[in-house]
């Protein structure tokens, strides 16, 4: 007789034999072996889901059914006596698994969308198993009392990213963090498109596991938690947090953000390692808690892109990144002349010089501390809009070969336009 989860079967075997050594009636399973065998059903059901378990929460239900199910089942075969006999347990172990399979596992998998708004009330599904939704009030307490548990309570989210994960009905089991990485990929895919949909800081929370197993027609959470290490809120404390203004998605938007992230998630596994550092770098840039780090980041992002294999860094950025992102030549010189002020910046950040005064108050203004925060901004929405324009209009596969790459761009400057 074939089993599909012989780990399992191995153990709860070794376990039956050791109790019909040790016992001539059924009375010291209830202490001793129904103990041992009860951790054992606990800990299939701990790793067939997720590897961090939260011990306050107790597996007694679960673990009980199956070890009832399984005990019944052996009495029967053997007719109430401890009595080993291999052919019997095989056809309980079978039976077992049956009833331990019967159904999927679906587990949900929960991040709070933290400083979030959004104009419709409705659930964003952006695919099978991905939304953004509002939780209900039983997910809402379990998040509330999550977070104090772990300290993190920056205000609760009106919003989170629901990610469903339906699991194999059976099977030798998946390694801890089977599934978890699985959502993991799904949650960046969704904070990667709403931070390219437009501007504004949009973090996520630590990821939450909620897991209803189904079986005999019965559903109840069993859930745990665990914080995955994605980019959440800045390192800063959460003072800084509360003065963002919430991310606002609009109605309007919500059928953009569905294209940005289908074909984000189209596209992810092709990414070239020169693209994975234009996005690495633009997401860094949401959790720096300085305006000239963030910077930094944005124009490695933007040099990625646009300088590559030119000695005049910053012109050639200026120039090519101008004629790929502007077809109106007026908005185009804007864009050259505002980058080569971008790139200005960073070089003097790098070389740890303010400058020549005029230069400075070239940028500056009146107010550094604004002319800063807004030549930042505008970085950031050059990085963006090139990032979008390369993953809509099919440039990705240019970026497998950079000298195509350059070529294609100082193609577009010969040409005069996109």
């Not at 994975?276 to 000239?292: K, Q």
């Given at each position: 007789?074939?089993?599909?989860?012989?780990?399992?079967?191995?153990?709860?075997?070794?376990?039956?034999?050791?109790?019909?050594?040790?016992?001539?009636?059924?009375?010291?399973?209830t202490?001793?072996?129904?103990?041992?065998?009860?951790?054992?059903?606990?800990?299939?059901?701990?790793?067939?889901?997720?590897?961090?378990?939260?011990?306050?929460?107790?597996?007694?239900?679960?673990a009980?059914?199956?070890?009832?199910?399984?005990?019944?089942?052996?009495?029967?075969?053997?007719?109430?006596?401890?009595?080993?006999?291999?052919?019997?347990?095989?056809?309980?172990?079978?039976?077992?698994?049956?009833?331990?399979?019967?159904?999927?596992?679906?587990?949900?998998?929960v991040?709070?969308?933290?400083?979030f708004?959004?104009?419709?009330?409705?659930?964003?599904?952006?695919?099978?198993?991905?939304?953004?939704?509002?939780?209900?009030?039983?997910?809402?307490?379990?998040?509330?009392?999550?977070?104090?548990?772990?300290?993190?309570?920056?205000?609760?989210?009106?919003?989170?990213?629901?990610?469903?994960?339906?699991?194999?009905?059976?099977?030798?089991?998946?390694?801890?963090?089977?599934y978890?990485?699985?959502?993991?990929?799904?949650?960046?895919?969704?904070?990667?498109?709403?931070?390219?949909?437009?501007?504004?800081?949009?973090?996520?929370?630590?990821?939450?596991?909620?897991?209803?197993?189904?079986?005999?027609?019965?559903?109840?959470?069993?859930?745990?938690?665990?914080?995955?290490?994605?980019?959440?809120?800045?390192?800063?404390?959460?003072?800084?947090?509360f003065?963002?203004?919430?991310?606002?998605?609009?109605?309007?938007?919500?059928?953009?953000?569905?294209?940005?992230?289908?074909?984000?998630?189209?596209?992810?596994?092709?990414?070239?390692?020169?693209?994975?550092?234009?996005?690495?770098?633009?997401?860094?840039?949401?959790?720096?808690?300085?305006?000239?780090?963030?910077?930094?980041?944005?124009?490695?992002?933007?040099?990625?892109?646009?300088?590559?294999?030119?000695?005049?860094?910053?012109?050639?950025?200026?120039?090519?990144?101008?004629?790929?992102?502007?077809?109106?030549?007026?908005?185009?010189?804007?864009?050259?002349?505002?980058?080569?002020?971008?790139?200005?910046?960073?070089?003097?950040?790098?070389?740890?010089?303010p400058?020549?005064?005029?230069?400075?108050?070239?940028?500056?203004?009146?107010?550094?501390?604004?002319?800063?925060?807004?030549?930042?901004?505008?970085?950031?929405?050059?990085?963006r809009?090139?990032?979008?324009?390369?993953?809509?209009?099919?440039?990705?596969?240019?970026?497998?070969?950079?000298?195509?790459?350059?070529?294609?761009?100082?193609?577009?400057?010969?040409?005069?336009?996109t």
């Amino acid at each position: 007789m074939e089993f599909r989860n012989t780990t399992l079967y191995e153990k709860l075997r070794g376990c039956m034999t050791d109790a019909c050594k040790d016992s001539l009636s059924w009375r010291p399973h209830t202490t001793k072996y129904q103990t041992l065998i009860e951790s054992i059903l606990a800990e299939e059901i701990v790793h067939r889901n997720i590897k961090w378990w939260a011990r306050n929460r107790p597996v007694a239900d679960e673990a009980a059914a199956w070890l009832t199910h399984f005990f019944e089942g052996y009495q029967e075969e053997t007719q109430n006596g401890l009595v080993w006999n291999a052919e019997a347990f095989d056809r309980v172990f079978s039976r077992l698994e049956d009833f331990l399979y019967q159904d999927s596992y679906i587990s949900h998998f929960v991040s709070p969308l933290k400083p979030f708004s959004c104009d419709s009330s409705a659930s964003v599904e952006l695919e099978t198993g991905v939304c953004i939704r509002k939780p209900d009030n039983f997910l809402s307490n379990i998040l509330r009392n999550q977070e104090l548990n772990i300290g993190y309570s920056p205000g609760m989210a009106d919003w989170v990213v629901d990610v469903v994960i339906k699991q194999p009905k059976s099977v030798e089991r998946e390694p801890g963090d089977t599934y978890a990485t699985q959502a993991s990929k799904k949650l960046r895919m969704v904070l990667q498109s709403l931070r390219l949909l437009h501007q504004g800081k949009v973090f996520v929370g630590p990821l939450y596991y909620l897991i209803y197993p189904e079986f005999a027609g019965f559903r109840h959470n069993i859930g745990a938690l665990m914080d995955t290490g994605l980019t959440t809120l800045p390192l800063v404390t959460h003072l800084v947090y509360f003065t963002l203004a919430p991310y606002q998605l609009a109605e309007r938007e919500l059928e953009e953000l569905k294209t940005i992230y289908r074909l984000v998630a189209k596209e992810i596994s092709q990414y070239p390692d020169s693209f994975s550092l234009v996005l690495s770098r633009f997401h860094d840039y949401f959790s720096r808690t300085s305006e000239l780090d963030g910077l930094l980041d944005l124009v490695i992002a933007l040099e990625a892109l646009f300088a590559g294999g030119s000695q005049e860094i910053g012109y050639s950025l200026a120039l090519r990144c101008s004629y790929f992102l502007e077809p109106d030549i007026e908005k185009r010189k804007a864009s050259f002349s505002r980058l080569r002020d971008i790139y200005y910046l960073r070089s003097s950040v790098v070389h740890g010089r303010p400058g020549p005064p005029k230069k400075w108050r070239k940028l500056r203004g009146e107010d550094y501390d604004i002319a800063l925060v807004s030549i930042v901004a505008d970085a950031e929405e050059y990085v963006r809009q090139a990032i979008r324009k390369v993953i809509v209009d099919k440039h990705l596969d240019k970026f497998q070969n950079l000298k195509h790459w350059s070529k294609f761009l100082d193609d577009l400057i010969l040409k005069g336009s996109t």
